[in-house]
Structure formats: C-alpha cells, structure tokens
C-alpha cells in the first residue's frame, strides 16, 4: 500500500489510520508514537511527533492550498516522520576553515577502484554515454565521474528516508530552510507523481536520490526517460541517469566542445583578490597575466581573450595551495554540487577514466563493475 499521495479522488485515509503508514516505518516510530502517549512538556510532545509544530502545520496548509493535499493526512504523515539530529551534524560545513583541505578530498574519489570502475561503465554503456553525448553535448567521462563521485556507481545511493533528512533541514537548519523546504515541497510531489510509499524512498543525508543522486526538484524538472521504457527511474535504470546527468547540465550552460579548467601558476600580490571571487567565471583570461595569473595549457588552447574563467583556489592546510583557471564547464558542474572541491574531483576522475580507458589492455580489477540492475 503507497502513502497517501494520490489523487485527491482516491480515499485512503481509512488505510493510513488502520496503521499503513505505521507498518512501512521502521520499529524506531513505534516507540517514538509510545513516547507520545506519556505525559511532558509541548515542547518535548512537538518534539516526538513533527505534525504538531506549528512550522509543519503552517508547511502543511501551504501544501494544502497550492497543491490540493489533503491536511489530515499530510498530518497522518508528518506524525510518524523522525528528525535527526545526526542529519544536521552531517551537512553542518566545519567551523574553521582550516579543517577544509583539498589533498584529503581529492583522495576519497581519485583511487584507482573508482577509476577501474569508472572504465567498466563506460564500457557496459558506451552506446548510451555517445547517445547522452550527442544529445548534450557533456562528454561521457564527466558523466561516468559524475555518477562515480556521486554514489559509486550505483553501489552507494544512501540509506537515509529521504523524508526524515528532508523534514530535517527543512524546519530544523534555518541557514539553508527555504531551500529544504522547497525540496520537501518537491518530494511530496514526486512521491504522489510517481505513485510512491514515501517511507520507502532512501537516500543521503541531505535528500538526494538515486544513482546520480538527484534532489527532488531537480527529478522533476531534468530527469530524462533515456531507456524509453516510459517512466524516468534514476533509481534502478542507469541509462536514465546518464541521460538525466547529461539534461542537467546541458540546462544548466554546458559548452559542448569547450574545455573545463587548466592548472595555473601565480606570483605577486594582484592574484589574490581573484582567488576571493565567486567562481562564477567573470575575468576575462586577457587579464589574467597581468594580475599573475598564468597557465601554459590555457595559453595553449587559444580561446578568445575575452573568454571568462574564474581563478579556483584549491586550499590544504600547511601546504600551498592548488590553482586553476576554471571556465564555464567548470562552473556547470559546481551546479550539480556547489563546491570547487566537487567540480575538480569530477574533472580529474574524468580526466583518469578516460586515459586508463585509451590505454592497452587496460586493466579492470574484479569487484569493480557496477551492480547489476
């Protein structure tokens, strides 16, 4: 039996109340809904169940109001969904900036397993990867590291309920509350779409799903149907994740052809205020010489002067810090992940997978293929 997100016309409210719901939730919400019956304070009560804070009520009504659900039974819902606090601990950045460094995140997703089976799904789908390609633009390695640093390759798409990490950011972590609050809105969309038990949905800590580990609004919005089996599934179908990685960043300003980023070298003082910019690109890389900038490979690539790039400071503490010249393509992929730590290990991962793959008879260690779907 699926949650309660279905057309208005169908009646389930019986079944959530005969304990549907309850039997998809996992023995953790019963002692939860036991805790609720005893006696303490409001504020412990609202605590236990989240359909009485007067935040989710008011989230509940909007939901009402603009999307036709039915109150009573988002509220059924919102009872037996669970906060964690160990949600906010996970996406909460560290406090110092120092604890930041660039050495120790590019080792977690450049390893010769990830780049080995980064090849093996190229392989297994390089007719889909050269379709995505000629489609959007977006070569097939950036969508192969895409998906290897997102949940490697497939075998890693999280064991949250996308519901609870939700709920979570969205009324308990105001620094980034509109936009949680926005995906939770596009959730329950998804879910009743999609005709889904909203228990059932699993993902990370901070609600993305799937293979390519999709948020809500952006299934809604760029997931393709590139298997053509009529339903858009990143959950099972890894040729729709291609595609769906390659519609997100075609929509998203991918320049097919262009290139990414090239490593710099930089002196004096003119730099710096540079690497404190945004990393949209907005210096044109005419200009880059003459505040210190420089990079043999950009100089080699002959782009027009008045190409933007955005100077990417890639920090460790205690050592000198890495520096690139990003270009737009390098921006379209901080879109799927706002970090330049990100968009650099997708690049280099592509960069590996790509080159091991030309090699002869390059080697595939066993283990390493994606999970059979």
Sequence with gaps: MHTPFL??????????????????????????????????????????????????????????????????ELETLFSRVRLSPA???????????????????????????????????????????????????????????????????????????????????????????PFFRGELENFLLFVREHDLDVFSVRGSYAGAIGIPQ?????????????????????????????????????????VAGAPVAFPATVAGDDYRELALRDILPSIPIGDLARRGVTS??????????????????LMTPDRPSEYWIGLTNFYVITRYNRSSFYAMSVFELAQAIRARRAAPAAPVQAGNTPVER
């Excluded at 208005?8 to 919400?29: F, I």
């Excluded at 043999?296 to 400071?313: Q, S």
């Design 7 to 72: 057309p208005p016309s169908v009646v389930l409210v019986a079944a959530v109340l005969c304990g549907t719901l309850a039997a998809a939730a996992p023995a953790a919400d019963a002692a939860a809904r036991a805790k609720r019956g005893t006696p303490g304070a409001p504020a412990a009560a609202a605590r236990d169940d989240p359909s009485r804070r007067e935040d989710v009520r008011a989230f509940i009504d909007e939901m009402a109001r603009r999307h036709g659900f039915v109150p009573g």
């Design 214 to 254: 999709f948020m809500p609004s952006s299934w809604r919005r760029w997931a393709v149907d590139f298997d053509g089996d009529g339903r858009v599934d990143l959950r099972e179908s890894f040729v729709d994740a291609i595609g769906s990685v390659g519609s997100f960043l075609h929509a998203h300003g991918w």
């Design 87 to 177: 949600v906010i601990d996970l996406i909460t950045p560290p406090a110092s900036p120092r604890a930041r460094s660039w050495l120790a995140y590019r080792a977690r997703f450049l390893d010769p397993a990830r780049v080995d089976g980064g090849v093996a799904l190229w392989n297994r789908f390089a007719a889909d990867l050269r379709r995505a390609e000629t489609q959007y633009g977006v070569p097939a390695e950036i969508i192969v590291a895409i998906i290897g640093v997102e949940t490697v390759y497939g075998r890693n798409s999280g064991n949250w309920r996308v519901i609870d990490a939700l709920a979570t950011l969205a009324f308990d972590y105001p620094k980034r509350a």
């Design 296 to 313: 043999t490979g950009l100089e080699r690539a002959g782009l027009p002067p008045d190409t933007p790039a955005a100077l990417i400071d």
